[in-house]
């Protein structure tokens, strides 16, 4: 058997690479642990960590417009496991470099979603709300998780993704096409189906607000209410 020096050499640098690559997105995904900021120290972290302190029905309903009605229950149920906020949005950073590397994978290869995992987790704007008490690390954790489990075509889990991903914050709604073009990638993807699982979510969403006393119109048009 003829023996190519150039093929057998070419091999060692490729598997270095794939194996630095591994080590660099490991460190990622720890480095949420490690950069996490124990003080809810953004915007209206405070007053947030104070609600889910609350009993539920207050919890659930006071607060700023809009409410996260998702997020404060997220927040008061990791409070009675023992996980204090910025470890929720910790552990919901890890989450998402995760499952976003398992979706790039899943409609491309290993080794397009390891460099997608690297770059998602150096995004200056992703990893500052990874790392402290935010919204939007939850918020982005649920997109991801309905936008992967939508590509694998879980309905009823993508639709409780979507459902929570709305009740954590209501302006998520803008990011609804994003799991539209995720889905586009995928050869022969049934796109109504998931519109229809997305208008369903939209739905139930909104009758969830209602039921807690909001404004849909303001819900959807501002923030300040």
């Not at 609600?51 to 417009?65: K, Y």
């Not at 409609?107 to 150096?122: G, H, N, P, Q």
Request: proline fraction near 4%.
């Amino acid at each position: 058997m003829e023996y190519s020096g150039a093929t057998g050499c070419s091999l060692v640098p490729q598997t270095l690479i794939g194996m630095m690559n591994w080590l660099l997105v490991l460190l990622l995904v720890a480095s949420r642990l490690l950069t996490v900021n124990p003080h809810a120290a953004f915007l209206d972290s405070q007053e947030y960590v104070n609600l889910a302190l609350s009993p539920w029905r207050e919890a659930l309903m006071s607060g700023h417009s809009p409410i996260h009605p998702g997020y404060v229950t997220v927040i008061k149920l990791g409070q009675m496991a023992g996980i204090y906020p910025a470890g929720i949005s910790a552990v919901a950073g890890i989450g998402t470099i995760i499952v976003f590397y398992l979706l790039v994978k899943k409609l491309f290869d290993t080794r397009v979603a390891r460099k997608a995992a690297i770059i998602l987790a150096l995004l200056p704007g992703v990893w500052i709300v990874q790392s402290n008490v935010m919204v939007e690390a939850v918020s982005l954790w649920w997109l991801t998780l309905a936008t992967y489990l939508a590509v694998k075509q879980k309905w009823l889990g993508a639709g409780i993704s979507l459902i929570m991903m709305l009740l954590t914050h209501n302006q998520m709604l803008v990011w609804l096409p994003l799991a539209l073009g995720f889905g586009l990638l995928k050869k022969d993807f049934p796109i109504l189906q998931l519109i229809k699982v997305m208008a369903g979510s939209i739905l139930v969403a909104a009758l969830v607000y209602a039921v807690l006393g909001q404004n849909l119109w303001v819900l959807v048009y501002t923030k300040t209410g």
